[in-house]
């Protein structure tokens, strides 16, 4: 209370000074709440560079358990989930997504923040949506603590446009989701936008087109010193997140060298936390890996697409919606089959990627009942084929064929064979070696399968009849032979 009390005391002060100094600028009363508490100055005193700094082994320690993890669920939530793809009787053109409306239908910033005295989301149930992640298999969650709209889903000091100041609801929804990874063992993860397209130093006055890269705001700095980093650090400091995920950087007022101060802000306040290539202008469009060398950040974030190969050293995460949109869109039904999306965690963990799967919360606060659905697809698969794809290595050759994805255990003992349809009654995998007189066993089924090796011929391994109904397999969607053996050099 007494917080609050003080945090509203300095936003009024704030007010009074803001509206004063930039009385000219079209900005709404909100708007102009937002600036610097000087309590929360961010200037670092000593800062480690650790991007010039960090050895390849310590780097590769920090993102050990990230790599290993392989499956995230990304949340994409916030005000857009009330229009859910329709303002004021103008529904959203096919293929839009629903976070992007306030830009897409070129609402006005005031008119946009009506949503904010809308949104009360008594669905909002963070043990829920942390049980549904967990019983995916996933390891993960990556949730929006603000998207390019610029509202932020916890009580942030430096702005009242925030989930407690500005909506009815009244409650920190990441404290929430904080509690609950923590007691459900999930690892908190943030998305943050450096694009904001209601703070009036950002990209606010770049209204009716907040996304452009024909104007820049000459405050920008102003609002990166006094409003976003401020906020990262209220992030930090206050949930723990294990990853930032930053989005928006494509800006032109943002730059590479900033990519690279921000990163060493966040490692300076969290060393161990894991920052994606987002933070600085190194990815390559929607493929999203690195355009150049020295790029800041830790991983690529591919978009909406799988890598066609391994990659060349950066560690990567493909980012994907189930149907079309990342924020709620309701009348978004194209949703991938489950089947669709075991196949691409296969297909990337074979490539020694991560799969960040996204899920967009209702504005009551429920997960669609399509996504929920999918999910527990997932889940059930990963809990017979799960040790083909947490903690595992890619082989030089990842695939044979079209429908054979192989991983490989992290000791080097086994190789996973998983086929991406059912194989009838015999598997051929030319590129395997096995191990003179092992076993190998088809995942989730105890009796170990007969095989025959011939080094031309390859590797046999017949599959039992009673394998063939497919009430009977231990699960759908894909079939994993774990083998004792080598990849064929
Ligand atoms: O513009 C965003 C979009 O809304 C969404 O957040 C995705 C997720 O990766 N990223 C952006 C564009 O790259």
């Excluded at 829920?128 to 993960?140: Q, S």
């Excluded at 800041?296 to 560690?315: R, V």
């Amino acid at each position: 209370m007494r917080n609050l009390l003080l945090k509203n005391l300095t936003l009024a002060i704030y007010a009074i000074v803001f509206t004063t100094l930039f009385s000219a600028c079209s900005g709404s009363s909100t708007q102009q709440a937002e600036q610097k508490q000087d309590s929360l100055s961010t200037t670092q005193t000593s800062m480690k560079d650790y991007i010039k700094e960090e050895t390849k082994e310590e780097r590769e320690a920090r993102m050990q358990w990230w790599k290993d993890a392989r499956f995230g669920m990304f949340i994409h939530w916030g005000l857009y989930a009330i229009p859910a793809g329709e303002h004021k009787g103008k529904v959203l053109e096919k293929g839009k997504i629903g976070e992007w409306i306030m830009n897409s239908l070129q609402i006005p910033v005031a008119e946009y923040e009506e949503y904010a005295k809308q949104f009360n989301p008594t669905k909002y149930d963070a043990k829920e949506w942390v049980r549904i992640a967990k019983e995916a298999g996933m390891k993960y969650i990556v949730i929006t603590s603000k998207h390019h709209d610029g509202f932020s889903l916890w009580d942030s000091q430096v702005s009242n446009y925030d989930v407690m100041d500005a909506s009815p609801y009244k409650k920190d929804i990441l404290q929430a989701l904080a509690d609950e990874c923590k007691a459900q063992g999930v690892t908190l993860c943030f998305y943050h936008s450096i694009m904001d397209w209601h703070h009036p130093d950002a990209q606010a006055p770049h209204y009716p087109e907040y996304n452009t890269d024909k104007k820049q705001n000459p405050n920008f700095n102003r609002y990166v010193e006094q409003y976003m980093k401020p906020q990262l650090k209220e992030l930090v400091e206050k949930y723990d997140p294990a990853v930032l995920w930053f989005d928006g950087e494509w800006i032109p007022e943002w730059t590479e060298p900033q990519g690279k101060e921000l990163y060493n802000f966040v490692r300076n306040l969290k060393p161990t936390i894991i920052i994606n290539n987002r933070v600085g202008k190194g990815r390559k469009g929607m493929q999203g890996m690195n355009e150049y060398e020295d790029a800041a950040g830790d991983f690529g974030t591919p978009e909406q697409e799988i890598l066609s190969g391994k990659s060349n050293g950066l560690p990567w995460e493909s980012c994907m919606t189930m149907n079309d949109t990342w924020g709620y869109r309701k009348d978004d039904n194209n949703w991938k089959s489950a089947e669709m999306l075991v196949h691409n965690l296969a297909d990337i963990a074979a490539k020694g990627g991560n799969y960040l799967l996204n899920v967009g919360p209702t504005a009551e606060g429920e997960i669609p009942k399509p996504s929920v659905e999918r999910l527990a697809e997932m889940g059930k698969w990963l809990q017979v084929n799960g040790e083909a794809i947490y903690a595992t290595k890619s082989l030089n050759n990842f695939k044979e064929g079209e429908t054979i994805r192989y991983t490989q255990s992290a000791d080097g003992q086994y190789v996973y064979a998983i086929s991406l349809k059912w194989v009838g009654n015999q598997l051929n995998l030319k590129n395997i070696t096995p191990k003179e007189g092992s076993e190998i066993k088809m995942l989730g089924v105890d009796t170990p399968l007969k095989w025959t090796y011939d080094a031309t011929k390859g590797l046999t391994i017949e599959i039992p009849k009673d394998l063939q109904a497919e009430a009977k397999r231990p699960c759908k969607y894909a079939y994993t032979f774990k083998i004792e053996g080598t990849e064929k050099q």
